[in-house]
């Protein structure tokens, strides 16, 4: 799934590099010439593959694969803010299962770098909810910290876009454990 996921990523931002390359660089500039801007994001991907064994054993899952949807505010300093939500989608499917029912409310803050083209890639650091899973008993909800980096690439003089984002949250080990996500979709600026 990890290698679809990495593929699928690498075919949009080629995709984008070729249809951008007439393109007029002043367009894919407004959003690096002090402008602020609200943007929504809709992302699938692999959004919880714990790193310890242990997790895997406790929760019975490996990866966990859902949506992330989202909005941020970016400010004419490029510094941003964010909130979104993450969750699993469809228990049972022929391409993956997901055991665990995991839901996390997350927050951040962040910068997006100068280019002078149409990628815009970025760095965060937020703070997450998250929902008691399902399949350890008496388990409760937990707050995690989380890194993260990623890139928006701007379709030729359009408010849209995609976006691909990479994470790793530091979870409770009692209640859910440490995990990483890899996340791609569309986003739209209003």
């Not at 943007?39 to 919880?48: H, N, R």
């Not at 505010?73 to 490029?78: M, V």
């Not at 083209?117 to 409760?140: C, H, M, R, W």
Request: hydrophobic fraction near 45%; aromatic fraction near 18%.
């Amino acid at each position: 799934m990890k290698k679809t996921i990495i593929t699928t990523c690498a075919f949009l931002m080629s995709f984008l590099a070729v249809a951008q390359a007439d393109g007029n660089k002043n367009d894919a500039r407004f959003f690096e010439k002090g402008n602020s801007y609200w943007t929504v994001d809709a992302t699938f991907g692999v959004i919880a593959g714990w790193d310890a064994q242990s997790d895997v054993d406790r929760l019975g899952d490996m990866v966990n694969v859902g949506l992330t949807v989202g909005v941020a505010r970016t400010f004419k300093s490029n510094f941003f803010t964010a909130a979104s939500a993450s969750f699993s989608v469809a228990k049972e499917t022929g391409l993956w299962s997901n055991p665990v029912n995991y839901f996390s409310a997350n927050l951040e803050g962040g910068y997006k770098f100068k280019t002078g083209t149409f990628f815009v890639p970025f760095v965060a650091l937020g703070a997450n909810y998250i929902k008691a899973p399902n399949t350890i008993a008496n388990s409760k909800d937990s707050f995690a910290f989380n890194p993260s980096a990623g890139i928006n690439a701007w379709f030729k003089n359009s408010s849209f876009g995609v976006t691909a984002k990479f994470g790793y949250r530091f979870a409770s080990e009692k209640y859910m454990g440490t995990h990483r996500y890899l996340t791609i979709g569309f986003i739209k600026k209003f």
